[in-house]
Protein backbone atom coordinates (compact mmCIF):
# COMPACT_ATOMS: atom_id res chain seq x y z
CA UNK A 1 0.00 0.00 0.00
CA UNK A 2 2.58 2.75 0.61
CA UNK A 3 4.52 1.66 -2.59
CA UNK A 4 1.68 2.49 -4.30
CA UNK A 5 0.90 5.64 -2.47
CA UNK A 6 4.52 6.69 -3.78
CA UNK A 7 4.35 5.54 -6.74
CA UNK A 8 1.01 7.63 -7.48
CA UNK A 9 2.65 10.75 -6.02
CA UNK A 10 5.50 10.09 -8.16
CA UNK A 11 3.01 9.70 -11.47
CA UNK A 12 1.26 12.80 -10.60
CA UNK A 13 4.18 15.12 -9.98
CA UNK A 14 5.62 13.79 -13.67
CA UNK A 15 2.70 14.70 -14.81
CA UNK A 16 2.16 18.23 -13.10
CA UNK A 17 5.64 19.21 -13.94
CA UNK A 18 4.56 19.60 -17.81
CA UNK A 19 4.64 23.18 -18.70
CA UNK A 20 7.11 25.82 -17.65
CA UNK A 21 4.69 28.14 -15.69
CA UNK A 22 2.22 25.51 -14.49
CA UNK A 23 0.11 24.68 -13.03
CA UNK A 24 1.73 22.47 -10.21
CA UNK A 25 -0.94 19.99 -10.02
CA UNK A 26 -4.40 19.18 -11.78
CA UNK A 27 -6.68 16.36 -10.82
CA UNK A 28 -8.15 17.81 -14.42
CA UNK A 29 -7.02 16.65 -17.63
CA UNK A 30 -5.47 18.87 -20.27
CA UNK A 31 -7.91 18.89 -22.50
CA UNK A 32 -10.93 19.14 -19.93
CA UNK A 33 -9.20 22.46 -18.47
CA UNK A 34 -8.81 23.92 -22.18
CA UNK A 35 -12.55 23.04 -23.19
CA UNK A 36 -14.48 26.36 -22.65
CA UNK A 37 -15.22 29.78 -24.30
CA UNK A 38 -12.17 31.91 -23.62
CA UNK A 39 -11.44 36.05 -23.96
CA UNK A 40 -8.28 37.66 -25.07
CA UNK A 41 -6.88 38.63 -21.90
CA UNK A 42 -3.22 40.09 -23.19
CA UNK A 43 -2.11 39.64 -26.42
CA UNK A 44 1.32 40.86 -27.61
CA UNK A 45 3.28 40.54 -30.99
CA UNK A 46 6.73 41.42 -30.96
CA UNK A 47 6.56 43.67 -27.68
CA UNK A 48 3.80 45.37 -28.90
CA UNK A 49 0.43 44.91 -26.89
CA UNK A 50 -2.88 44.27 -29.63
CA UNK A 51 -5.03 43.03 -27.05
CA UNK A 52 -7.48 46.10 -27.60
CA UNK A 53 -7.80 44.64 -31.26
CA UNK A 54 -9.48 41.33 -29.78
CA UNK A 55 -11.97 42.57 -27.31
CA UNK A 56 -14.79 41.37 -28.92
CA UNK A 57 -13.29 38.56 -29.83
CA UNK A 58 -13.52 34.86 -28.38
CA UNK A 59 -12.33 31.52 -28.52
CA UNK A 60 -14.18 28.17 -27.90
CA UNK A 61 -12.46 24.87 -27.63
CA UNK A 62 -14.51 21.78 -27.31
CA UNK A 63 -14.14 18.34 -25.33
CA UNK A 64 -14.45 16.67 -28.71
CA UNK A 65 -11.60 19.00 -30.39
CA UNK A 66 -13.58 21.69 -31.89
CA UNK A 67 -12.27 25.30 -32.32
CA UNK A 68 -14.48 28.27 -32.64
CA UNK A 69 -12.79 31.67 -33.17
CA UNK A 70 -15.30 34.20 -32.96
CA UNK A 71 -15.21 38.43 -33.84
CA UNK A 72 -17.95 40.64 -33.27
CA UNK A 73 -17.67 43.31 -36.14
CA UNK A 74 -20.30 46.46 -36.23
CA UNK A 75 -22.76 44.91 -38.16
CA UNK A 76 -21.93 41.37 -38.38
CA UNK A 77 -20.26 38.35 -36.50
CA UNK A 78 -17.02 36.54 -38.32
CA UNK A 79 -16.40 32.82 -37.28
CA UNK A 80 -13.56 31.09 -37.87
CA UNK A 81 -13.91 27.29 -37.68
CA UNK A 82 -11.48 24.20 -36.88
CA UNK A 83 -9.86 21.31 -35.09
CA UNK A 84 -7.60 21.18 -32.02
CA UNK A 85 -5.12 18.83 -30.80
CA UNK A 86 -2.12 18.77 -28.76
CA UNK A 87 0.77 17.36 -30.15
CA UNK A 88 1.69 13.34 -30.19
CA UNK A 89 5.14 13.98 -29.58
CA UNK A 90 4.77 16.70 -26.76
CA UNK A 91 1.62 17.72 -24.92
CA UNK A 92 3.41 21.26 -24.80
CA UNK A 93 1.88 22.07 -28.29
CA UNK A 94 -1.59 23.24 -29.08
CA UNK A 95 -2.06 22.28 -32.82
CA UNK A 96 -5.06 24.43 -34.59
CA UNK A 97 -6.37 23.85 -37.90
CA UNK A 98 -8.75 26.50 -39.70
CA UNK A 99 -10.90 27.43 -42.06
CA UNK A 100 -12.81 31.07 -42.68
CA UNK A 101 -15.52 31.94 -44.65
CA UNK A 102 -13.92 32.06 -47.94
CA UNK A 103 -12.79 28.44 -47.64
CA UNK A 104 -8.82 29.38 -47.06
CA UNK A 105 -7.56 27.44 -44.65
CA UNK A 106 -4.44 27.55 -42.14
CA UNK A 107 -2.41 25.77 -39.23
CA UNK A 108 -1.45 27.18 -35.85
CA UNK A 109 1.09 25.79 -33.68
CA UNK A 110 1.14 27.63 -29.86
CA UNK A 111 3.55 26.64 -26.95
CA UNK A 112 1.57 26.00 -23.94
CA UNK A 113 3.29 28.00 -20.92
CA UNK A 114 0.78 27.49 -18.74
CA UNK A 115 -2.80 25.36 -18.90
CA UNK A 116 -5.29 26.28 -15.74
CA UNK A 117 -8.76 26.30 -15.36
CA UNK A 118 -8.49 29.98 -14.95
CA UNK A 119 -6.29 31.16 -17.70
CA UNK A 120 -4.02 30.23 -20.20
CA UNK A 121 -0.46 31.26 -21.56
CA UNK A 122 0.22 30.37 -25.20
CA UNK A 123 3.42 32.01 -27.21
CA UNK A 124 3.82 31.61 -31.13
CA UNK A 125 7.15 31.74 -32.95
CA UNK A 126 7.12 32.13 -36.67
CA UNK A 127 9.58 33.75 -38.40
CA UNK A 128 10.16 36.73 -36.90
CA UNK A 129 7.14 37.01 -35.26
CA UNK A 130 6.63 36.29 -31.56
CA UNK A 131 3.26 36.17 -30.38
CA UNK A 132 2.22 35.91 -26.65
CA UNK A 133 -1.41 35.63 -25.92
CA UNK A 134 -3.38 35.11 -22.65
CA UNK A 135 -7.04 33.85 -22.85
CA UNK A 136 -9.89 33.81 -19.81
CA UNK A 137 -12.48 32.44 -19.31
CA UNK A 138 -15.44 34.43 -20.52
Known amino acids: ?43 VINNLNVTESFDSSTLQFTKDGFIYKTKILKDSTATTIGKWEFDEKTSQILKMY ?33 HELILKPL
Do not use: F, H, Q
Open 98 to 130: LIDSTLSTWAESWTILRLVEEEIWLENRSGTEI
Open 1 to 43: MKNLLILISISLLIGSCLYKDGPVISLRLKSERLANTWKYDNY
